[in-house]
């Protein structure tokens, strides 16, 4: 698992801002690139979803298997299949259709 979020538990402002993730110390990505390259499935919630379209031009995670955790949205769009039940029961899902649970 890798996840960007601040001390209070959240990735981005209140604003919807995410600068202060440009400032994260370190050499290069932090070991992102070859982490990315390793995994299938990219689980984040909605508001995170709809964050993306605005900062990239192009869904960035094409090649992967994609979750969006909504209250509202259902279905799947072009980019991700949204789900609405309980996180920890679906993550536990995926581990055991996975073998790993």
């Not at 604003?15 to 299938?40: C, P, Q, V």
């Not at 072009?78 to 536990?92: A, L, R």
Request: net charge negative; charged share 25%.
């Amino acid at each position: 698992m890798y996840i960007a979020t601040s001390m209070d538990g959240y990735i981005a402002r209140e604003d919807g801002s995410i600068d202060w993730l440009e400032e994260t110390e370190g050499a290069g990505d932090n070991g992102y690139g070859d982490f990315f390259k390793n995994i299938d499935t990219v689980i984040m919630g909605n508001k995170t979803y709809q964050q993306i379209h605005t900062l990239a031009e192009e869904f960035p995670y094409q090649d992967k298997t994609c979750y969006v955790f909504s209250r509202s949205a259902k279905g799947k769009d072009e980019h991700v299949e949204f789900v609405n039940e309980d996180v920890g029961d679906f993550i536990g899902n995926i581990k055991v259709n996975q073998g790993f649970g």
